[in-house]
């Protein structure tokens, strides 16, 4: 599937080798500003300013299983944590985000930029671990919404991935709903935590991105909320409107 709306160039057999991305460079790499929202703040992860809301929000899952799926944690101590977090905010692939919650001014969710390819637009989102107060609400979806917003529109990336094991079904559920489409499975794809990871993969591509933001805009509106602050209208419903 192309997003250029272009027609394939054809070789001298006669074959179909491409479509053409006329004037093409290489997009910019993702900066360390924040991003504001109506109900999250976004800002580069800080073992100072973040780790201590972060451990506290976590520890609220108190089975573990917001690390189900991660390659590391769960961490037994604040310590040890803030290890973690000081180590990832040095990184800048994966390049992690704290999540801040403006209901609470506090941090409770981190994500990342990973993968990044300036060179031909392409970068995915991952590492994502919301605690139990952030997840399946409006700042959880804002959050999503504004770092795609960067990537696409700040930056002008062509592809935007998400990619998970394929036996999370929260994750592939969310894949769905924020707009991904759904690729295939690279079975085997790696190891982790001692077990097999067959990866499951999505993407937006540029072409979607305008009926994906417009989804999002509608939804994140004020009039989609009610006195409670309960959304009036489902985002999958709306995306799966958007791109039938």
Known sequence: MSGSGEKPVVNELGQEIGFPVPGWT?????????????????????????????????????DGRIWTYLPYGPYDNEKTYRDWVAAMAKSEDPLFHAIIDKATGKASGVASYLRIEPAVGVIE???????????????????????????????????????????????????????????GTFWQATIYKGRNRDTAWYSIIDKDWPKIR???????????????????????????????
């Not at 993702?30 to 976590?58: C, K, Q, S, T």
């Not at 770092?147 to 700040?154: Q, Y």
């Not at 939804?219 to 999958?236: K, V």
Request: hydrophobic content about 45%.
């Open 125 to 183: 989102v991952g590492h994502i671990n919301y605690a139990p107060a952030l997840q399946r609400t409006a700042a959880a979806t804002e959050a999503m919404y504004l770092l795609m917003k960067r990537v696409f529109d700040e930056l002008g990336y062509r592809r935007y991935e998400w990619k998970c094991d394929a036996l999370n079904g929260p994750s592939q559920a969310a894949a769905g709903r924020l707009g991904f489409i759904y690729e």
């Open 214 to 244: 417009a989804v999002y805009e509608a939804w994140l509106a004020p009039e989609n909320f009610d006195a409670a602050g309960q959304a009036r209208q489902r985002l999958s419903f709306m995306m799966e409107s958007a791109l039938a």
């Open 26 to 62: 290489a997009r910019p790499r993702p900066p360390r500003a924040p991003l504001d929202g109506r109900f999250v703040r976004i800002e580069m992860l800080d073992a100072e300013r973040h780790a201590a809301d972060l451990y506290a929000a976590n520890a609220q899952d108190r």
